[in-house]
């Protein structure tokens, strides 16, 4: 047996989930009181494992580091969630969600996850519905749908431009009322620092107190992690600013393999850089993307024109702009999945069409949707469609009532009305494709601890397509987990509580108290933010979003030589046993200055092009990613000490219910 054993159930496709369901264990209802389960983050994923663990009747008790659960990166999720209920009636099919996500992610996930994702899709609306998500609904009171990247149909159910918003505040909802039951032991503001294994099994977590500084044993008979992303490792990026790897990277080194970590979204529509203060970027919803339309100039005059302000973008002529998706793309246009939008974006500012001072940023204009729809509503209305100006105070009430708050957001921002002219926007990192390697049950290579959400690598392959992160951190939290965790703790109804008393508790804890006191007993010069900004630089420049050999090797050297720098110069204030958020912080970017050469090294090993992983050496002559069967797999890495000794592992992807062919959007 494969040291990455991923327990697909046998059998066809469509059967495998259902039959995995009818022949795993199950815990009792009476003997879930008996078992202990940690939950660490709430967001969507974490919020709602433990809101549907704790209903089981599971005692669970869950951590985050924000001061409440809706406090939770899932918040700022923007455009909406996809679920394959073909409500629009236009083709869609679990079969084509399926399709789309595996193709999406450049044929580099796991068939059976993907499968299974779409096949619970459905319930997840169904769910949120019952919790009084405030799904947007056409005319008719069915709920509305609207376009994302990458696919021929409308399957993402949304909520104005803040889904996660209110999937989340869902999710909290039905925690709430577990925490009111006693059923959830809530822990917030507190940051988990080692997993603890006993006998070779994952039963609990050192935990720092954020707010005393206090460091805490907690015990369970099972360990679930649903921290999120790593893409802070950028330090500029839509994260926010608290997200970090940490969680997973412990995990990692207690001996769960980290999976695919080069596999990172670059998302097309966020708002630029603007200068060397910023700590973080601005999404813009890839929802814009099904109204507007994204140019640049056609001529290098007009834009030094408008990098010098003597011309404003919308006294371009029409056939004066390029409108390079359209272009390029005809039969999917200005929604190309995100890796395909974000290299474009980025060649043609690389070829001097950038339309900032920076030179790094395109135009998303809307001016021809307030046109369409202004032109319909008169024509409802029966007023004159000739009228500019009705025309225009109408279409922009439409495109107000579906996009307004994400046009206020950039108002406020960039302070140009995005109404009167185009936004601004380009490419920033967004997601993590990579995380810990989990089976088909959501476990790690350490029995007992779980990982799900945006913290295991098992959906979207190289490239995760729009609206479905939602879709994902749902499906394992409300519809996967619940049923695989139950075939783990059948074993454990009689085990009783885990004593924290032991000396694998005692040895987690001297490890963390060992590495606190390291960081706040060095007496550098450097503040921690000036090592994590040149991380930031290398990451960026060198891993980003294209990568070559020789930039990669560059990358694994700088960021060893970097770390070194980091524990001999890094200055962290205040003391252990108090609230003291820059050693937090501290903590976090001593992880992601590990991770950083292990993501450098994995970008080096996968000599292809796939989704959101581009290395120049591997493109065709049109300048798209060039992938190559023998890395159709995923990389799996076994910590040995330190990144740079890290052990490779393969676990070989194949696909019999779908064709691997060229992966066109023309």
Not at 305 to 333: H, M, Q
Not at 635 to 661: C, D, M, Q, R
């Amino acid at each position: 047996m494969s040291i990455l054993d991923s327990k697909i159930p046998e059998g066809p496709l469509a059967d495998k989930w259902t039959k995995h369901k009818n022949e795993i264990n199950l815990v009792n209802p009476a003997n879930k009181r008996l078992i202990d389960v940690i939950i660490v983050g709430t967001g969507l994923a974490g919020g709602s494992a433990a809101a549907t663990l704790a209903e089981l009747g599971y005692n669970v008790k869950a951590f985050c580091f924000q001061d409440s659960p809706r406090r939770a990166h899932s918040i700022a999720a923007q455009g909406g969630i996809n679920a394959a209920k073909n409500y629009q009636g236009d083709g869609d099919s679990t079969y084509r969600l399926f399709y789309d996500t595996v193709k999406g992610g450049d044929y580099r996930s796991r068939e059976a996850n993907v499968y299974r994702l779409a096949e619970v899709s459905t319930n997840i609306i169904d769910q949120c519905v019952a919790q009084g998500v405030p799904f947007a609904r056409e005319y008719g009171g069915l709920l509305d749908n609207r376009s994302f990247g990458g696919v021929l149909v409308s399957r993402t159910f949304y909520a104005k431009g803040q889904t996660g918003q209110q999937l989340l505040l869902g999710a909290y909802a039905a925690m709430n009322r577990q925490i009111g039951r006693g059923k959830i032991k809530m822990y917030t503001r507190h940051e988990m620092l080692d997993v603890v294994i006993v006998d070779g099994k994952a039963r609990g977590i050192i935990a720092r107190n954020l707010v005393t500084g206090e460091i805490e044993r907690h015990s369970a008979h099972a360990v679930v992690l649903g921290t999120g992303g790593y893409g802070n490792a950028f330090y500029l990026s839509t994260y926010a600013m608290g997200s970090n790897v940490t969680a997973a990277w412990k995990a990692h080194k207690r001996g769960a393999f980290f999976a695919n970590p080069c596999y990172t979204q670059i998302h097309p529509t966020c708002i630029p850089v603007s200068g060397d203060h910023q700590s973080k970027l601005t999404l813009m919803s890839e929802s814009l993307r099904n109204d507007g339309r994204i140019w640049v100039p056609k001529h290098k005059k007009d834009v030094e024109a408008i990098r010098n302000g003597s011309l404003k973008p919308t006294e371009i002529a029409e056939e004066d702009r390029d409108y390079y998706l359209e272009r390029r793309y005809p039969a999917f246009g200005n929604l190309v999945p995100r890796d395909v939008a974000s290299r474009a974006a980025k060649e043609r500012c690389d070829a001097g069409y950038g339309v900032n001072q920076t030179g790094e940023a395109v135009y998303l204009d809307f001016a021809s949707a307030i046109e369409r729809y202004g032109k319909e509503q008169a024509y409802v209305k029966g007023l004159d469609v000739n009228d500019k100006k009705v025309v225009t105070e109408l279409g922009k009430k439409v495109v107000e009532n579906k996009y307004g708050n994400l046009f206020q957001m950039y108002e406020k921002i960039v302070d140009q009305n995005p109404y009167e002219t185009p936004m601004m926007i380009y490419p920033a990192v967004h997601y993590t494709m990579g995380g810990l390697w989990v089976d088909y049950n959501l476990m790690t290579t350490v029995p007992g601890l779980y990982a799900i959400g945006e913290a295991n690598f098992s959906d979207h392959g190289a490239n995760r397509l729009g609206a479905s992160a939602l879709m994902q951190g749902l499906a394992d939290g409300y519809f996967v987990l619940p049923y695989t965790i139950g075939d783990y703790l059948a074993h454990d109804i009689r085990t009783g509580a885990i004593p924290t008393d032991t000396k694998e508790f005692d040895e987690a804890e001297q490890n963390v108290r060992e590495n606190i006191s390291k960081l706040i007993n060095n007496k550098g010069s450097k503040s921690v933010d000036y090592f994590h900004k040149r991380l930031g630089k290398i990451m960026w420049n060198k891993c980003g979003m294209a990568r070559n050999e020789k930039e990669l090797k560059e990358a694994i050297n700088e960021i060893a030589e970097l770390r070194e720098e980091f524990y001999k110069d890094v200055f962290v204030p205040g003391t252990e046993n108090e609230y003291n958020e820059e050693l937090a912080k501290a903590g976090r970017v001593a992880d992601f200055l590990e991770l950083g050469e292990l993501f450098a090294k994995d970008a080096l090993e996968r000599e292809e092009s796939a989704g959101g992983h581009f290395r120049e050496e591997y493109q065709t002559e049109g300048g798209e990613a060039l992938r190559r069967p023998e890395f159709q797999y995923v990389s799996a890495w076994e910590y040995k000490g330190k990144p740079s000794e890290a052990v490779h592992h393969k676990e070989k992807l194949t696909y019999e219910n779908i064709e691997v062919k060229e992966r066109s959007y023309k």
